[in-house]
């Protein structure tokens, strides 16, 4: 086409248009007035978009959701309505005044308009894997952290939770994302476009996580996951993938106070079931009679006279410890509305947590306003501001007093669960110095030990946008946000006091272990029974005896400038962005610790030691920025064919100068088949398809800052001339060529609806080739070379694939009844494409390389438990060099294949058992109904196939000085021949083996909630205010657990168990 | 309006170059840089003192502290115990050597700071008169940690340079023990800048005669049969004129045996010990675990100590056995004009045996008790959770002072050399090659300084005229007593080539056990029983029976019989010839193929073909 011809058309274009316009003019004008309402709520409706379909000329609705549109011509209009968040409504009228048009929130269906991250998009023309939830339907659950709430909601994103204590971490990973060296693999949270950086300990957590994890699901409006490519927009961070969230600003209308209060009693979902003091002294007399035939240790043995004492006396230290009950709160209380020029939302929300340990206990408060404003015409401003405060305190326990133990709960647990069951946790009162666990739980509480957490966020955001007049669709905005964090947190580890106490001489002063008793028994003293009249004997467990006082305040701000271009030609839509975006986060790190309480029971600085030495200063400063260019091209033609392309150019400081920027480009493409004419033809069953291909590359930054330098850092001089200098060293061997790990997406996806859209689906494949993935190279360095500590290097190459499936199924049955289901398909696997690994293991099956990451489980294969002696005595015989554990064979033991083949068990005769260490794939269910107010659903979590080991903790056989799990009650015996577990004292019995091997596939309910709107009729004739009322469970129940005895989803029994929850509460509005 | 905001979104835009270089240039506050560390002699000078806290030798008690190899090296016929029964028993496996390359904290990494203070003090703008003296104490701590590969393995990869994990080959093979030796003299002839003394603040650093007296060791290893099966002479006179040059010029600086035996260690911090020539100071400290020894805690008897003691260290009836009368002869020998007792074996010894050896009923004034007498019977009340395993308990530098809780905290210095070692590697060297005069000369006065008697010969027990041989066996029964529980019998025993001599001997116990009817026993039905010597004369404190008993009277004999038997468990010695130079475990061959396996030793089923003789 000549430059002529394009200059002769498009004058003759324009002359049309022209034409049109001048002439259409003239001719007949008639005015149409009605009213738009909420299909929910009945509510008025503020700036609807009303137009005549086809013409350019609209008007938007009052804040009585009231329109007058003037429209040529007579007969039969069509008008369109629209707005945000809500299906666009076309009605064919030939009536003019009063028309009523209700329109119908779109949260799940296909045509919202939903964040991408730098912008919107209607769901109908993403390119991407994209998903959202709507914070509506997991507002309900008593959650201490958003994530948690979020199980099941999007394939693809798993959601972690391995500890029910109050405030529990969970993680989640988008597309099982990996590293080869602990390298996040958290996702990236954007709120209100701004990345909410905040000090974690000494460092920075890059990703934001914890400011999302602090928000109030109340105060959210939107949830976006950012799976493939698409998440190219967020550059040398967008690896792992990002969730995206915009929070409340307030809707066109009067003004709706809202108030959500909720109280939910927590207990644990299932308590580890543990023997009885009597079963474990008789498991333990069946040992030294059967184990030590010759009778050295008689001595050992329970005799009928405590066996009667033990029976009478079953202390469980656990339930004396473990609060059956208890409690979270929540209240959120909100305001929002505003008119055409004006919206905002303020919102107040506390939550707080009382733990099923004594003064366990986490609370949070918070504010969240938005406001956005129509200054000018053209010039919009939005702003967000977010405050948040929360508190989280327990009992600190640094256990013994020769050895410190690491504070830990599951320390406590651990405790509170194996002590055997007749030791009294107090004796007249006196807390009991239990001596294999030298510390008493109870004692400790009351000592007021104590490790707290202070952290206050502050978060604000504001975005201007102009749309410049002369250019139509050509817009500018820039957008400036900040977070400041702080956090406090103290430890309190004061020495307390707790008693030791002589035992009954018993028959014949035999509760005193002798010498060591043989393979696998335990030595040290073991005190059954108690005198509660004798001397007792102070013992003060030093718990540490330390005051910890530590601050991290990390300060972080980010402007984003922009430009932006939309408009329309003919069939031809195009959308562009130009962006240049700087970030700079300082954090400040402050530690403090002080040994040797002086003065008892003050938790302050001057009630420890003076002494310079007992003293323990820290601290340190980090400072990192980013400064990035992003564009992206968005083009359609017919509405059918879609194109879209973006970059981003980052640049970091963590790296070396030359190696500080990176560019990462994307690009998809789509078809909507349904759009075209042949499809609406032939096709009848299915309502929409698009078919879409997605490439771009990421990258992931977080990990390893600066390890591109020689780096001397303090550390221990020497003893000089009585005198301790100070000394320096280096810290880290570095990698001058260190740079961000990469990955590039390829997501082939199909979205869809069928059915007269009563089922919507949606279908990926996708494939991740993650390379320059950071490792240590240590396994290769020979330690001659003395290099330890390396950075890492960019080396690692892994491919990941899966495929995610979700359908959707929503059906008004009639106006009363409606049902909805989403079911979520996720299946994924990975292969090493190369790694460094440890010489020696490029045989067999530890060697990595083409293989999944899983290496499956390690440990023995299990020949089972040898019934009797005689078959004992025989194998014996036969092998006559066998031992397990330099153990020769006995009744009662596990036997093991010898997989060296030298005749004997030990180390290494440990193998790849099982080929996976979890399950295959995994479903989400989602089902739910819904009749008139009322309406109930639930949340299901199914995984499939693989295999687990039971863990060495949790199948501990009982010792002298350690219960174990009930189950061990049925153990081999010499009375007990078939018996389903060893016997106690067979050696390696808890080891992995394929005898604690199970099928992983595990069932499990993680939620089920009721709720009742009461009928707006009824509120709204007796001037009451809306009401919902709801009943909500978490954690419920497992249909199918691969580890009976105890909550699938906790990690070990000595974790603080998962909390199995149940809430009432009530959202009231006016 | 419309202007204003169209040129601020300009100015934004404008502005970004100007502060794009602000934001991403970030300083890593994590760590000092490389300019600042070695650009001030302060910095430096802390390197080098953090260097010296992990490669100068600690409480061998203590070794997980250490970096240099000392981790089961203290296994031996002199106590009971050592870390790896294995070396004792002929079963040990190169394997289970891991002190030899350890990924964390080896000497190796050791080696690797030293030589990146060696590559960088002298890039950025110090002086060579500031880094000489600092360079050679570096110099010599490469030295000495080289030195305990060396002793144990032969030759190792003799590394000088600092390498690089993406641009060197780290595949590099053994030196011979050859060039091992000749780099480690060539490192401490740089040390010949350094001061005969420090004081003040740098008291503790290397002297030029640390250097001379290590220099002196190392060519003494070099010259014993460990590495010199066939008595190469050259090697014996480069040892002897080492050990010469160092004895020389130690004396012309001032240093010589201390005054007292007994307090060599526990003096050595005092300015007026002349002994202690290369030492680590401790100072009790519970900051840093290297600052207070646990020595006490280690080998003081259970009760008297804060946590562990009682069964470690216990001395042999084989070391017990060692030491001559007070005279100087052998006991039994018809020279001595003691006549040896076999009851009451501790009559008339060697003065060195009661600084080192706690017997049952001997006075030992722990926790500054005067005139406590220590019990080592078999059922000591006090010291049931953790008895001794030999009868004996070791004495050697236990700072009596201490109360039980401060054992862990102890102070106690540690003297790797003394004089009276370089007297004795001199002595050693010059029997070797034919001056058995002036061997005699260093014996005489280190068995005088012990407090042995003259006699009428003023050979102090000596017998004259002994052949080289003789006065080899003399010298190393000598450092046997002279150095028990300093750490060296292990190396004394491999680096003569005698440790195989010991095979078929057991280590032994020299137990005193309640004669029938006599017993002790702590339990409350026995607390009233006559013969129970555990039994309070009145009340439940107090005076026991046991108090009663004078153990040099007849009463000894009545309520305690003796009994010679070997260590619980003991099995006799098999100490494999192999065992001279140790196999390297099979994962660092693996990684670095270069390294050639011991002579004696497999890899991967293939015999070593490396000789730590040549």
């Known amino acids: 086409m000549t430059l002529q011809r394009l200059a002769r058309y498009s004058l003759a274009l324009m002359l049309v248009v022209f034409y049109h316009l001048t002439v259409s003019a003239q001719q007949h004008r008639r005015v149409i007035t009605g009213k738009v309402i909420n299909s929910d709520t009945k509510e008025p409706m503020n700036n609807v978009s009303v137009t005549e379909k086809g013409s350019p000329k609209g008007v938007t609705t009052n804040s009585d959701g009231e329109f007058t549109l003037v429209v040529p011509g007579k007969g039969a209009v069509i008008l369109s309505f629209s707005y945000i968040g809500f299906d666009p409504k076309d009605i064919k009228t030939i009536s003019d005044t009063n028309l009523l048009v209700s329109l119908v929130n779109s949260n799940k269906k296909m045509d919202d308009v939903i964040v991408i991250g730098y912008g919107t998009q209607k769901r109908s023309d993403i390119l991407g894997a994209v998903a959202t939830v709507n914070p509506k339907e997991v507002q309900d659950l008593p959650v201490a952290n958003l994530s948690t709430a979020l199980v099941n909601q999007v394939p693809g994103v798993s959601i972690t939770q391995s500890a029910g204590k109050p405030g529990a971490n969970t993680t989640m990973n988008i597309r099982n994302s990996v590293s080869l060296n602990n390298q996040l693999t958290t996702p990236l949270y954007v709120i209100d476009g701004l990345v909410p950086v905040i000090g974690s300990g000494a460092g920075i957590d890059p990703t934001g996580k914890s400011a999302f994890d602090a928000l109030d699901a109340n105060e959210v409006e939107s949830i976006t996951f950012l799976k493939d490519g698409m998440a190219t927009i967020y550059g040398a961070r967008g690896a792992n993938g990002v969730v995206l969230v915009t929070t409340k600003h307030g809707r066109p209308g009067k003004p709706r106070i809202s108030y959500s209060g909720s109280y939910s009693n927590t207990q644990a979902s299932k308590i580890p079931k543990m023997l009885s003091g009597y079963d474990h002294a008789l498991l333990l007399n069946n040992w030294v009679e059967n184990y030590n035939p010759n009778n050295v240790l008689t001595g050992e043995i329970y005799t009928p006279e405590e066996l009667d004492t033990i029976k009478s006396r079953n202390f469980d230290w656990f339930r004396n410890e473990w609060i059956p009950n208890g409690s979270v709160q929540r209240h959120n209380i909100s305001i929002s509305g505003g008119t055409e020029k004006l919206t905002y939302f303020a919102g107040a929300n506390y939550y707080n947590e009382i733990g099923n340990l004594p003064n366990v206990v986490a609370n949070r408060y918070g504010i969240q306003l938005g406001m956005t404003a129509k200054i000018i015409d053209g010039l919009t401003t939005e702003v967000s501001v977010n405050y948040n405060t929360g508190y989280e305190s327990r009992p600190a326990v640094k256990g013994t007093p020769t050895t410190d133990q690491v504070d830990q709960e599951n320390g406590t647990i651990s405790s509170l669960l194996t002590v055997p069951k007749w030791v009294p946790e107090t004796i007249n009162g006196l807390p009991n110095y239990y001596d294999p666990i030298r510390w008493n739980p109870l004692a400790a509480v009351n000592a007021n030990t104590y490790a707290r957490d202070n952290n206050t966020n502050f978060s604000l955001v504001g975005k201007l946008t102009y749309q410049i007049p002369v250019i139509k669709g050509l817009s500018v905005f820039a957008q400036y946000g900040r977070n400041d964090y702080n956090d406090y947190g103290k430890s309190y580890y004061p020495p307390y006091s707790t008693y030791s106490f002589t035992q009954i001489a018993g028959a014949n002063d035999h509760l005193n272990s002798g010498p060591n008793v043989g393979k696998g028994a335990p030595t040290g003293t073991q005190k059954v029974l108690y005198n509660y009249t004798g001397p007792v004997i102070l013992k003060t467990v030093s718990n540490g005896n330390q005051l910890q006082n530590n601050y991290t305040g990390t300060k972080n701000w980010q402007a984003t400038e922009g430009i932006t271009y939309d408009n329309r030609f003919g069939d031809h839509e195009i959308s562009a962005s130009l962006i240049s975006e700087q970030e700079q986060t300082t954090g400040n790190v402050y530690q403090t610790s002080d040994n040797t309480q002086i003065i008892p029971g003050i938790d302050q600085l001057y009630g420890f030691s003076n002494d310079g030495s007992n003293l323990n200063v820290s601290g340190q400063t980090v400072s990192t920025g980013r400064w990035s260019y992003l564009g992206r091209l968005n083009y359609s033609f017919k509405g059918k064919y879609l194109l879209q392309g973006s970059f981003r150019d980052d640049a970091s400081p963590y790296f070396p100068v030359q190696r500080q920027w990176g560019f990462f480009p994307s690009g998809s493409i789509g078809w909507k088949i349904s759009e075209e004419g042949f499809f609406q033809n032939n096709v009848h069953f299915l309502d929409d398809l698009k078919l879409r291909f997605n490439l771009g590359l990421t990258g992931n930054d977080a990990g390893q800052p600066f390890g591109w330098v020689e780096r001397y850092t303090s550390n221990n001089g020497y003893l000089l001339g009585g005198v301790m200098t100070n000394g320096l060293a280096t810290s880290q061997v570095p990698n001058p060529d260190i740079t961000w790990e990469s990955a590039l997406f390829k997501d082939l996806g199909v979205d869809g609806t069928f059915a007269n859209r009563k089922f919507n689906f949606s279908f990926d494949y996708w494939f991740k080739h993650g390379f320059n993935m950071l490792e240590p190279p240590q396994s290769t360095v020979t330690n001659t070379s003395g290099i330890t500590n390396t950075a890492s290097v960019n080396h690692g190459i892994i491919n990941s694939w899966g495929t995610e499936f979700q359908l959707g199924y929503h059906q008004d049955i009639n106006k009363d009844w409606q049902v909805f289901a989403t079911v979520n398909f996720n299946w994924s696997d990975n292969k090493v494409i190369r790694e460094y690994y440890n010489p020696g293991t490029d045989t067999g099956y530890l060697y990595p390389i083409g293989k999944r990451m899983d290496q499956g489980i390690t440990g023995y294969k299990s020949t089972g438990i040898v019934r009797t002696a005689a078959e004992a005595a025989a194998w014996n015989a036969k092998n006559p060099n066998w031992t397990i554990n330099k153990d020769t064979l006995r009744a009662g033991d596990l036997n093991f294949v010898d997989v060296n083949g030298d005749g004997k068990i030990d180390g290494n005769d440990q193998t790849q058992i099982a080929k996976r260490s979890s399950t295959l794939f995994g479903f989400g269910f989602i089902f739910g109904a819904q009749w008139k107010g009322f309406r109930v659903s639930t949340n299901i979590s199914l995984g499939i196939g693989g295999q687990i080991a039971w863990k060495k903790v949790d199948v501990a056989p009982p010792t002298k000085d350690a219960s174990a799990l009930a189950m061990w009650k049925g153990s081999y015996t010499a009375y007990r021949t078939n018996a389903t577990l060893p016997a106690i004292y067979a050696p390696f019995a808890n080891q992995v083996s394929t005898y604690w091997l199970h099928s992983a596939t595990y069932m499990y309910v993680n939620n089920l909630m009721l709720s009742w709107q009461v009928p707006v009729r009824f509120t709204s004739t007796h001037h009451l205010p809306e009401a919902r009322f709801y009943l909500t469970g978490t954690n419920l129940w497992s249909i199918i657990n691969p580890t009976p005895f105890k909550d699938p989803r906790s990690n070990e029994i000595t974790d603080y168990p998962i909390l199995r929850t149940w809430t009432f509460g009530a959202n009231i509005s006016l | ?614």
Not at chain 2, 72 to 85: A, L, P, T
Request: glycine share 8%; hydrophobic share 35%.
């Open chain 2, 1 to 614: 309006m419309k202007k204003l905001i169209i040129y601020s979104i300009l100015l934004i835009s404008l502005a970004d170059t100007g502060c794009q270089k602000k934001i991403l240039d970030k300083v890593d506050f994590n760590g000092v840089p490389v300019a600042t560390a070695w650009g001030n002699v302060q910095t430096a000078q802390i390197y080098l003192d953090n260097l010296y806290q992990y490669c100068m030798p600690v409480y061998y008690s203590n070794a997980s502290a250490s970096t240099v190899p000392t981790n089961w090296h203290n296994i031996s016929d002199e106590c009971n115990g050592g870390s790896n029964i294995g070396v004792l028993q002929g079963n040990l496996t190169q394997e289970s050597e891991n002190d030899f390359f350890p990924t964390a904290n080896s000497s190796w990494q050791w080696i690797r700071k030293i030589n990146i203070l060696l590559a960088d003090i002298d890039k950025y703008g110090l002086t060579p008169d500031v880094t000489a003296p600092i360079k050679a104490q570096a110099y010599f701590l490469r030295a000495w940690v080289y030195f305990n590969l060396v002793k144990v393995y032969g030759g190792v990869p003799y590394i000088t340079k600092v390498m690089d994990y993406v641009k060197d080959s780290l595949n590099i093979p053994r030196n011979s023990t050859t060039e091992c030796v000749d780099s480690m003299i060539a490192d401490l002839n740089h040390c010949s800048v350094l001061p005969a003394h420090w004081t003040g603040t740098d008291l503790g650093r290397i002297t030029s005669g640390a250097a001379l007296a290590l220099k002196g060791r190392i060519l003494l290893y070099y010259a014993s049969p460990q590495f010199n099966p066939s008595g190469d002479q050259t090697r014996w006179q480069m040892a002897l004129q080492a050990n010469k040059a160092a004895y020389d010029s130690l004396t012309a600086q001032g240093y010589a045996l201390a005054s007292k035996y007994s307090r060599v260690f526990l003096d050595a911090g005092s300015s007026a010990n002349s002994e202690a020539v290369i030492f680590r100071a401790y100072n009790g400290s519970s900051i840093i675990s290297q600052d207070a020894n646990n020595w006490d805690n280690v080998v003081r008897p259970y009760s008297q100590a804060y946590s562990g003691g009682g069964k470690s260290y216990n001395p042999t009836w084989n070391l017990v056995q060692a030491y001559p009368m007070a005279d100087g002869y052998a006991p039994g020998d018809p020279h001595s004009k003691y006549t040896y007792d076999s009851v009451r074996f501790w009559h008339n010894r060697d003065p060195r045996f009661y600084s080192t050896v706690v017997y049952n009923g001997a006075v030992y004034g722990l926790g500054n008790t005067a005139g406590r007498i220590q019990y080592t019977y078999v059922g000591t009340a006090e010291d049931l959770s953790a008895p001794t395993t030999t009868g004996f308990y070791c004495r050697k530098n236990v700072d009596t002072s201490l109360t039980a809780t401060a054992t862990q905290f102890g102070k106690t210095w540690w003297v790797e050399m003394r004089f009276a070692e370089v007297m004795l590697n001199y002595a050693e060297c010059a029997n070797a090659t034919g001056d058995q005069a002036t061997a005699y000369t260093m014996l005489t006065q280190i068995r005088k300084r012990a407090g042995i008697s003259a006699n009428s010969d003023n050979l102090y027990g000596l017998t004259a005229g002994m052949t080289q041989a003789d006065m080899e066996t003399a010298i190393l029964n000598e450092r046997r007593i002279e150095f028990a529980f300093e750490d060296k019998r292990y190396d004394d025993l491999r680096r003569t080539r005698t440790f195989d001599q010991l095979n078929g001997q057991t280590r032994m116990g020299f137990f005193i056990v309640p004669r029938a009817p006599y017993f002790s026993s702590t339990k409350a039905s026995d607390a009233n029983k006559p013969n129970n010597i555990e039994r309070y004369l009145s009340g439940s404190t107090g005076p026991k029976v046991r108090d009663t008993i004078n153990i040099e009277g007849p009463a000894y004999q009545v309520y305690f019989r003796d009994s010679l038997a070997p260590i619980v468990n003991e099995k006799p010695i098999n100490f494999q010839t192999t065992y001279y130079a140790y196999g390297i475990p099979s994962t660092n061959i693996s990684k670095q193929p270069a390294l050639q396996q011991t002579l004696g030793w497999m890899f991967a089923g293939a015999a070593g073909t490396f000789d730590p003789t040549k």
